[in-house]
């Protein structure tokens, strides 16, 4: 381990998550002041979402002592079931971000976290889910010197890195760091050569606008973008990153093209949702009835031959499924209703983490 | 999965603890009242152990997340942390045994756990333990619909097991089976053709009588018992095994050859130490100053290419490590004090679990 220096600096890139997985990490939901009704209806709409994905590749899930026996019930016989504490279930964000290099081996990175500037505390229990992820893999760890989540952060594996000033240069993040200094970061750790800033993430998204909810890569070269009609103030969030990103060059110097795909909704939590969920002095964020949820179908998963779609029992799932699938023609589309994983802020996405293939 | 039958039907038996490890599994202690001193001075020893067998294998140490960042602080980087809640830390207890075929692979077995006779309470944490490190592996796993303890066994790898009738027949355990049944069991669930039933274990052991406090396997044909001076309580004990176990042939034929190990001590428990252990509801023992300590110098671990034993600041350390050295002529015997283990009814052997090589 010691000789351990940067991935760049060791040959080491983050692939993209269309390249293939050895598996899929998912956390376990629990918090009854995050999901409603004691967690129970996110807890099944979590089970369904692994169904899925073990559809395609090996799913572990991380759950606490306190909901072994729960989770073991509920999760199909095939899914490996480990023991880890953690404070919320965002294994795109607090668990780490694996590295492979051309011989085929797999190292990780250990993020340092803040619950996204600190919206909820402690979570300390977070900030050490990626450690353990890799010591169970024994796999090497690189330590980052500084804050990152998984969601910020799309890469099309050969050189391109798409993320959000809006995340990653907030001063709830990192305020000792200049754009230059994370562009920097970005580069030695992830290897990329190329950084393309966004300004903003979706309306509202209480992670200070993570990319993940906004676009993403389908393939080198070719971006999907969540799109809103003119009305909605999503519109000049996504007409903006469309004018920017459609006049970029990736690392290759490919132009990218990018395509929409129209939003759910607008959707707005309940009434009966938020009375639903406990009361927590641990959360530094409110939500009301009628406040909007930040929701996108960009937010899937692509597994080894599927993608897992988040949908919303929503006019617009139909024209959704049938874009993604157009975009996918290898891969097996699988939707998954998904409002109670938007209910604690995320989606598909946001909950899982693939972990290439590759040897330690 | 659906394809396990039994290990013996499904071709696979239990390695003798000398046969090639994958590596070793142990829990790292924390509970104030069985630890005195909150653990603290157990933990340094725990972490000399953990040292001494890290020289010859991989380590892997299961840890409560309220202890992780202690253990992470004091055992040696290369140690594998992951994150297990036990009540205890006995692995060679809770822990899986794990069976092999002749083709490589590897299987566990879980067997049910009820805190020796329910010596403490609750023990629903530590009955999960096999499962969870059979998880971590991706071990296929066989439930086995009896109490038993790794502790309780020993086998010498060519069909040969040695127990003793005080544990496995005491009614603190499986009441409802009789010897034939618990026999038949043991030889479908470690393939192994013969089974020797001494009478006790050694004097006041908490265990009801483990095997593996009193004897060992140095190799099949060879056995190493515990001894004691004839005014010794302990010395009849010895003598009756002695006698059994020399007048026995083993699953090969073989007339089993016996050498002794003089016990150390006789050693007690001290008023200080008591004082320094924590009250509990939770236990079902109970110990005053001046209560003898069942320690033996067998309760030694063997790893790959070195055999780790207890020793206890006694004149008996020597010829024992002498005596350990002259029958283990290729492995590296390496003594640890482990007064501070012995203190919560065990030692060496007790804490830890050998993975024999193989893949799932």
Chains 1, 2 share one sequence.
């Not at 009704?37 to 089970?47: G, I, L």
């Not at 960009?298 to 599927?306: E, H, Q, R």
């Not at 006019?315 to 209910?343: G, N």
């Amino acid at each position: 381990m010691s000789s351990l220096t940067l991935p760049r600096a060791d040959g080491f890139r983050m692939p993209a998550e269309f390249e293939p997985h050895a598996g899929c990490w998912l956390l376990f939901p629990f918090r009854p002041d995050v999901w409603r009704q004691n967690a129970y209806p996110a807890q099944h709409a979590f089970a369904e979402i692994v169904r899925a994905i073990a559809r395609f590749e090996p799913v572990t899930v991380g759950v606490t002592r306190e909901q072994y026996l729960t989770a073991a019930k509920l999760l199909p016989p095939d899914v490996r079931l480990v023991e880890i504490s953690y404070d919320d279930i965002w294994a795109r964000d607090c668990g780490p971000t694996f590295v492979v290099n051309d011989h085929g081996q797999i190292r990780g990175i250990n993020w340092q976290f803040n619950a996204w500037g600190e919206l909820y505390a402690p979570y300390d229990l977070d900030d050490l889910v990626a450690r353990k992820v890799l010591a169970i893999e024994r796999t090497p760890r690189y330590d980052a010197p500084f804050i990152m989540e998984g969601g910020a952060i799309h890469v099309d594996g050969e050189g391109t890195l798409i993320t959000t000033k809006e995340c990653l240069l907030n001063p709830n993040r990192n305020p000792h760091l200049s754009q230059a200094q994370i562009d920097a970061l970005l580069k030695d750790y992830l290897n990329v050569q190329k950084v393309i800033w966004l300004e903003d993430g979706v309306y509202r998204d209480e992670t200070s606008g993570h990319v993940d909810n906004l676009c993403c890569f389908v393939r080198p070269g070719l971006v999907l973008l969540t799109w809103a009609d003119e009305d909605d103030p999503q519109h000049a969030i996504s007409q903006r990153a469309y004018d920017l990103l459609s006049s970029s060059t990736d690392a290759r110097g490919r132009t990218l093209e990018v395509h929409k795909i129209h939003q759910p909704g607008p959707l707005y939590f309940t009434a009966e949702e938020l009375d639903e969920t406990a009361e927590s002095d641990q959360l530094n964020i409110d939500f009301s009835a009628g406040d909007r949820l930040p929701v996108s179908y960009v937010n899937f998963y692509i597994a080894n031959g599927g993608v897992i779609v988040p949908t919303y029992n929503d006019p617009r799932d139909a024209q959704a499924l049938a874009t993604v699938s157009a975009l996918f023609p290898t891969r097996k589309v699988v939707s998954v209703y998904a409002r109670e994983i938007a209910l604690g802020g995320g989606s598909i996405h946001c909950i899982t983490q693939q972990q290439p293939k590759g040897s330690y």
